[in-house]
């Protein structure tokens, strides 16, 4: 089992540093990329991100610079021309606002091409082989097409470096496209560089830094309240209270490096590894003992248990297993490119979250089950109301999550094209907000007492006083059953000449 349960470990750490491709986020890097046809043209995504419109008032431009892109074409498409000949080979760099959409391509004109046809030529509507965009009448240089030639038999072509700037917030998409069947096998490198006003982090992600600012300050809050009290009450301090601290900290250490994370990333455009590894790790960990914490308190450990017995090793197990499986999926979404959605290995590292969290539900539920139970035959009224509120604010928690949940598959379903970009921040931000209600809920009923040792003293001396009961109940059985059959045989000798 132990075996088993390392090989999986194992297997989804390589899964997640194999997918994890060291990631640049706002700057998009461009490694020998391929184009896909279109309808009649080809396309290389360039990248997608939110942009806020240009601040002239603080002098904060927002823009998407091009660094170094360069086009290779194959041996074969450039032999087919002439070496003196000039523009032998076109390729466009084509920059829209996700609400101008439709202005890409012949709809307008009542076509499925993409590329201008000699018909549409004809008609003065488009020119041919190049991509037909039909200006935006509030503003006529977008959607923006910026054009590289190839001259002669040249196989490379170097796009002039510059900056396009950005007047209008909203959901950008860049695209590179050329109409010429001849440059099928056509490959891009080079890099493109995003920037909002306030800095390098993409307008979805921009939120969360102020976000995670906040989220460290209420978790320092709550760490004071909290090392007040149990400062005041030390010398009654329960092995529990020691984890209900450990939480409270990694959820601020958790939070600080996020938000350190995040600031050093809107200030140089970059995410090193080391930092996110350490954030990311932080939320691991704290996941895993946050569902520890719950599941144990849920089996009633430190107030009707003194100790989880042959279960711990069970519980450590299966934290452990939800550790690394947290850390994959977590790299995964972490590490890769800002527009990377990797749909296959997203899926495969979150199904087996999403079942190691199933679990956790069910046994906890299961184990508050089992701990009512056992407090209302000891007749225990003050422990089990603590124990109804902690179970009516966790189904209530539960209820909560589902319902997010049904919120967050509709958000996507109907976003598709991440139009609702400024409002994409919220999703992730609820279960952190959640976390740290749980863990206030589980502080206020569980917060350190003079005199908290007194419940598990109670638990066990009840239980040692019902193991008395029993042993006495049998015991006078036992004494008047043979009482009885001894008297028989003596006949009707009594039994107080007999014990």
Known sequence: MRRATLSLALGLSLIALLAARGADASIHEYAGGGFAPRANSFFFHG???????????????SFIRFDSIVFRRTLESASRHEEMQQKTGLVEAIIVEIQDRDKIGGSYLHSDAICCTPELDKEKSCRVGEVIIRPNPENPDWPKRIQTFFDGKNEETTMVTQIVSINKTGMYYLYFMFCDPQLKGLKVTGRTVWRNPQGYLPGKMAPMMTFYGVMSLAYLALGLL?????????????????????????GMCEMAFWYFEYANFNSTGTRPIGITLWAVTFTAVKKTVSRFLLLVVSMGYGVVLPTLGGITS????????????SEALELVENLGNINDFSGKTRLFLVLPVAVLDATFIIWIFSSLSRTLEKLQLRRSMAKLELYRKFTNSLAVSVLISIAWIGYELYFNATDPLSELWQRAWIIPSFWNVLSYALLVI?????????NPTGWLLLAIAQAYILKQIYNHILYNIHNEFCCKATSMILEDVPCSTIY
């Open 47 to 61: 990248g997608s991100e939110g942009l806020y419109a240009s601040d002239l008032l603080s002098n904060s431009s």
């Open 226 to 250: 909290w090392f007040i009290q149990f400062v005041r009450c030390w010398k009654d301090i329960l092995q529990l209270h020691y984890h209900i601290t450990t939480v409270i900290a990694l």
């Open 314 to 325: 069970r519980v450590a197990a299966l934290g452990f297993i939800y550790f690394v499986a």
């Open 442 to 450: 589980i502080c206020i009923l569980w917060s350190p007492s003079r």
